[in-house]
């Protein structure tokens, strides 16, 4: 599946998820957020939710990264839709989520030395990766109600990505060295929200 596909059913989906949910929901209340944790790696990110049922909630998040410093590359682009299940009510205590998520990549002259769940991020000290993914996990969160509109909200999610690559020998140069593919299972999902209920 190509990248504009997954991109376009995600969306398809987002909408379906968001008329339904203005069909059936008696009193709709919509949130914007902003992820604390992606704002301090400055990836600027937003995100809005909406209620759909009493206890149900569909989101759309979204964050960009396109800088390059020192010819460190680090620029990617990803969406993840998420469909969540409040314990006692929208907006308030602890949530189960099922999210997508989608987007494109390309990294490189990147100094992380390490290794985490089966992919190697030493890789990007010395070449370039460039690519789209796409995949699904589970998450867990808890949202504190700070005052009348603003909340705070911390999330945490496991699943499966895959990634199509195209590898280059370095940050801003070159040709095509090698093509192929990589599944990942792990955290595909962290947030600190500051949220602004409407």
Request: aromatic residues 16%; contains cysteine.
């Amino acid at each position: 599946m190509t990248a504009n596909k997954l991109i376009k059913r995600t969306g398809i989906l987002f909408a379906g998820l968001m008329l339904f949910g203005g069909v059936s929901a008696k009193a709709q209340h919509v949130a914007l957020k902003s992820n604390l944790l992606y704002d301090a790696l400055l990836t600027p990110d937003l995100g809005i939710e909406a209620k759909v049922a009493p206890q149900w909630t569909v989101e759309l998040t979204g964050n960009l990264n396109a800088w390059t410093v020192n010819e460190r590359r680090w620029k990617q682009w990803s969406v993840q839709p998420e469909a969540r299940y409040w314990f006692c009510q929208a907006f308030s205590g602890h949530f189960l989520g099922f999210h997508l998520i989608g987007g494109q990549y390309n990294f490189g002259n990147l100094p992380l030395d390490f290794k985490f769940l089966g992919t190697d991020f030493g890789q990007l000290r010395d070449s370039r990766y460039q690519g789209w993914m796409g995949g699904a996990g589970l998450a867990y969160g808890y949202s504190w109600i700070l005052d009348k509109h603003w909340n705070l909200e911390a999330e945490i999610g496991i699943g499966w990505i895959y990634a199509t690559y195209d590898k280059y020998p370095c940050a801003v140069c070159g040709t095509k060295l090698d093509s192929g593919h990589h599944n990942y299972f792990g955290p595909t999902k962290t947030a600190l929200n500051l949220v602004y209920v409407f």
